[in-house]
């Protein structure tokens, strides 16, 4: 396209979003305005995408990580014949897969669900590290920001993450429109601001015209031909551009424009323009699928092995297996045991340091590629990136989380490291499974399962060992548990999961030597849970007793109940938590002051008999 159809395509574009949001009645049609010159341009000259095969591996990747300009996405996607008119007018409305914020469960030709600033620009750099790591297949990721959200931590996460591994490959374009939702920006049109920032992590940076398509198409340019360094484009626009009655006025955030026919007219009345990107080049995958089952690791009956351990044993095991599988960590492989990895895969291993944020957002990057990841780091520190697990559950994306030093159980650390809300946390998460296993052969187990599974999977391992109680043949399906104590004369049943097991276990034969039996059942599988199980438990045994080394609150006592909501009689139960604020102390001491210790189950199961 010559100057002046770049213009015009621009000024549809802008049309069409305003049509969009003004049949929806919502939107940010002014958001979308903003940066529609930038996308005009991109797509026309630099972007290289086959939109019949948007799985084509050569594809360029582009990430909306400023979310709510949706109606600039889906003018684009109409532009180039993916959507046709009356899909387009169909934006926000009831079973349209043109929602409010772009999701790729609805349209695959979208990466990420955004929607939540700050979330593009870390998940492009996971996409980025994809393509220049592993797939080595050459294409290009662009994300297209916001200004406002530059002010999100995790910006600067990827930024430095980013410059650290030279992804020349990833361009972040950030429209500078001045205003945010509620006003200016904290630099508003002060692009050296925000220049001075990306170059201060190591980026290479443009400040343009946001509305100069001759200025972005050489912008656009240069970041292609710039290598060992990611590129930003700082582009100064203008919110509403092209009509007076919004453009660069506050207040207008989120609304569609009052009178959007003369909004349409002025900005030269409706085309229809059609634009085929640039075909990507021919390219062959590299990167390994899967193949086989795995072997994991097996461990002796009576050792004595921490579950972090297994996992890291068990996770280089699966490597080894499939060449689908990468592993991140947070600067805590040695703790986590995600070392092990490290060292037989380190071609598929990414550290990301202390960045939680980013280390999630780069696994959901690495799984939209079609790799495995395995993100491990300390269970309290996940919290950390709580809102990039959620955005990853809207996404559909595949990814597995393992949180290590979970509980009051790793002892002398203190509350600020002991993971006490990572189980309710998980389980909230929709479509999640939540995974508690006890010992080493259980973990080796559900560490090869969990690369089968759909959605957000969570593991949560032990700092501390644990003997070995499952033989190494022993099978662990998601869903189900492990009764570990029965008899016809059981009394109660004690539900446990992770360290508990153990304590339970020695808790019921306390018990059993005073002549009280105790079923024993091992949850490892928190979500979903064996409702089959815990109802016949509660029919046989009538009482009920879960023991967690976690808060009260969403985690395993939660999950028992939940099995008996469903209007049948709730059995008397009894839930055994973290209920207090722990400080420094060993272990045993933090199990025992807690109330979920061995002494403190057999107590507690005394208790609910009289009570009966």
Known sequence: MNTAELVELGQQLRVD??????AAGSGHPT??????????VLLAHHFRYDVDRPAHPGNDRFVLSKGHASPLLYSAFKAVGLVEDAELLTFRALGSALEGHPTPRRLPWVETATGSLGQGLPVGVGIALAGKRLDRAGYRVWVLCGDSELAEG????AAEHASYEHLDNLTAIVDVNRLGQRGTTRHGHDLDAYARRFQAFGWHTVEIDGHDVDAIDRALGQARSTAGQPTAILART????????????????????KNAEEAVAELGGRREARIRPQEPPAVRMLHAVPAGESEPPEFGLGETIATRDAYGRALAALGSARGDIVALDGEVGDSTRAELFAKEHPDRYFECYIAEQQMVAAAVGLATRGWVPYAATFAAFLTRAHDFVRMASISGTGINLVGSHAGVAIGQDGPSQMGLEDLAMMRAVYGSTVLY????NQTARLVATMAGLDGIRYLRTTRGASPVIYGPDEEFPVGGSKVLRSSGQDRMTLVAAGVTVHEAL????????????ARVIDLYSVKPVDRTVLRRAAEETGCLITVEDHHEEGGLGDAVLDAFLDGRPVPRLRRLAVRTMPGSASPEEQLHAAGIDAVSIAAAGRLLLTEA
């Open 437 to 440: 296993p006890c010992d080493a």
């Open 238 to 257: 203008l919110k509403g551009k092209g009509v007076a009655s919004v453009q660069d006025r506050e207040g207008l955030h989120g609304k569609p424009l």
């Open 17 to 22: 979003s305003v049509r969009a949001s003004d």
């Open 154 to 157: 995790s910006v600067w996460e």
């Open 506 to 517: 020695a808790a019921a034969d306390a018990l059993e030597r005073e002549g009280i039996r």
């Open 31 to 40: 958001s979308s305005m903003s940066a529609a010159d930038l996308m005009a």
